[in-house]
């Protein structure tokens, strides 16, 4: 537990201590921003964060990879690796640790687009409840893609390889409803139950549906197992 | 302190190390020596247990490094080849982590850190980015962060590569005096370097022990001859022959001198020869003038040739 903590301290740190972090967020933002000014500017547009939160996790699926790309990569890459792996560390605190720093990070992230519901409170009368719920799935939506970000990012040495990976898994996770549009029976059932589009389309509805926590959640844990095997096996190659 | 039990390493095919064994006491600075790709930093990164081997063990300080991983690593510095150093942080923030993920207290880390950080020279760089630091000090900052914990074994991979010779000398210093408290592997392809430094040396080539032993028994054994170097001032004509008729001398070798009024020769005799009082007694019965007379040992430049193109040859 120790470790870990020094672990997540030290690349917070490094978070917050680098410009690639701003930069990325302040990208996330800008996009983010015009999208909710297009929303909110529409003729009769409601007070809510759902069509934000739309884009949000569209773009998520750039912006995780992004925050995560480095974490595994670097230390690779740098050498850095061998010395976390033949100090006295488990893997699985290396994973953990580094993963938990891209959560704070995520939800600072997030944190900063509060100001968007504060606009809506302050400008019109907003649903409270779904508001509530949208965020919570978002951030649920935002751990699970961060340890696909992880997974991604322990598999290469290169930073871009690790980006290109994750996003490509997450475009799946993200748009497989549209292939269970096309099929039928038990594998339109099947697939759809992976997509995320659709978990989250709930959430925004201000439903807070107990499978959709568990599926997250799922998703999450699992990611994380894989790399930190990923991490097991990079000592046997 | 170490065992290395018959440890082989294959990647893919091709043949790493093979039934490597070898033990190093408390206390002694072992080096590691070989040509490029000998398997010196695969044998180090084994030790350390960065890589497991395909096959044998390794036991530090009583713990197997792969049923006892954990515990194993604790006893263990280690400064890889590419020194591994994050960046962006400072140099005291850098070994704070690094004493923390080996599990010291923070009021042990505190006082330790500054300890280390007079060792290794690093005073004046205290709240430097390590990015901006030369080679030299990053090297610095790698061994600092390897004898910070102050682990029973120091594995260090290339120590001394790519710095300035004030600063090799210094850093050989370091490590010699690193030496004395803990057990130390060192590899090098800098040959003086490791008889300098080292106890005992290890020859390494092509993944296998070629040769082990002290670093002067290594050339008397092998040659299986000793030399000695004489300066003398006087007439060459004069002097050839008085010399050629030593006994016991096998060969004389002229060796030029430019500029100079003196004349250098390399003696050779057999093992167990003294010559040295002989020479001197019959250089002032000529009344020659002495200006040097030294045994030369067999460089660890000519041992290496000699084992490395034997083993190819009788391959």
């Keep these: 537990m120790y470790n870990l903590i020094a672990i997540t301290t030290r690349e917070i740190k490094a978070y917050f201590t680098t410009p690639s972090a701003y930069i990325v967020a302040a990208m996330f933002l800008v996009l983010n921003g015009v999208f909710f000014v297009f929303d909110i500017t529409q003729p009769f547009a409601e007070a809510s964060v759902r ?40 893997e699985w605190e290396i994973v953990v640790g580094k993963y938990l720093a891209s959560l704070v990070m995520l939800l600072s992230i997030q944190f900063a687009t509060l100001y968007y519901v504060l606009m809506m409170y302050v400008f019109g009368e907003p649903d409270t409840g779904p508001v509530l719920s949208t965020y919570l799935g978002l951030i649920l939506h935002g751990a699970a893609a961060l340890s696909i970000g992880v997974l991604g990012s322990s598999l290469s040495s290169n930073q ?36 995320m589009n659709n978990r989250l389309a709930d959430f925004s509805r201000g439903i807070i549906d107990t499978s959709h926590i568990v599926f997250f959640i799922s998703i999450t844990a699992i990611f994380l197992f894989l790399t930190i095997r990923s991490l097991e096996t990079r000592r046997w190659r | 302190m170490i065992e290395v039990k018959n440890i082989s390493k294959y990647y893919g095919e091709f043949p790493a190390v093979t039934g490597l064994s070898f033990n190093v006491p408390k206390g002694e600075i072992l080096g590691f020596l070989g040509p490029n790709g000998a398997g010196k930093s695969t044998t180090m990164k084994i030790i350390t247990g960065f890589m ?17 991983s954990l515990e194993a690593r604790k006893h263990i510095g280690y400064l890889p080849e590419t020194v591994p150093l994050y960046q962006d942080m400072e140099v005291s923030e850098y070994l704070s982590f690094m004493g923390r993920i080996r599990g010291m207290k923070k009021n042990a880390i505190n006082s330790r850190k500054f300890d280390v950080i007079e060792l290794c020279n690093l005073q004046d760089y205290y709240n430097t980015i390590i990015g901006k630091l030369s ?15 102050e682990p029973d074994v120091l594995i260090l991979d290339e120590p001394t590569i790519g710095i300035d010779p004030i600063q090799v000398v210094e850093t050989r210093q370091l490590i010699k005096s690193l ?104 250089v002032l019965d000529n009344n020659w003038e002495l200006l040097k007379l030294q045994s030369l040992g067999m460089s660890l430049e000519e041992i290496f040739l000699k084992i490395t193109i034997e083993e190819k040859q009788t391959n």
């Design chain 1, 51 to 90: 069509g934000v939160a739309d884009w949000s996790s569209f773009f998520l699926i750039f912006l995780a990879p992004l925050i995560t790309m480095k974490l595994l990569s670097e230390e690779q890459k740098l050498g850095t690796m061998e010395l976390l792996l033949t100090s006295p560390v488990k």
């Design chain 1, 160 to 195: 871009i390889v690790a980006a290109v990976v994750s996003t490509s898994i997450l475009v799946i996770f993200s748009f497989i409803d549209k292939v269970a549009a096309i099929v039928d029976g038990a594998p339109a059932i099947f697939l759809s139950s992976l997509s």
């Design chain 2, 52 to 68: 497991p081997p395909t096959s044998g063990t390794v036991v530090i300080a009583g713990c197997d490094i792969l049923e006892n």
């Design chain 2, 135 to 149: 080679k030299g000090y990053k090297q610095r900052i790698g061994i600092a962060q390897a004898i910070l914990h």
């Design chain 2, 179 to 282: 030496g004395e408290e803990h057990t130390l592997i060192l590899s090098s392809h800098i040959l003086p370097e490791v008889s300098m430094i080292c106890d005992r040396v290890i020859i390494i080539n092509e993944g296998q022990i070629a040769a082990i032993d002290e670093p002067e028994n290594l050339g008397n054994n092998l040659s299986g001859v000793q030399r000695v170097e004489i300066e003398v001032k006087g007439v060459n004509k004069d002097i050839l022959p008085v010399l050629e008729s030593i006994d016991g001398v096998q060969n004389i070798e002229r060796i030029p001198v430019t500029g100079g009024a003196y004349h250098r020769y390399h003696i050779t005799v057999g093992i167990g020869t003294e010559i040295r009082s002989k020479l001197a007694s019959i």
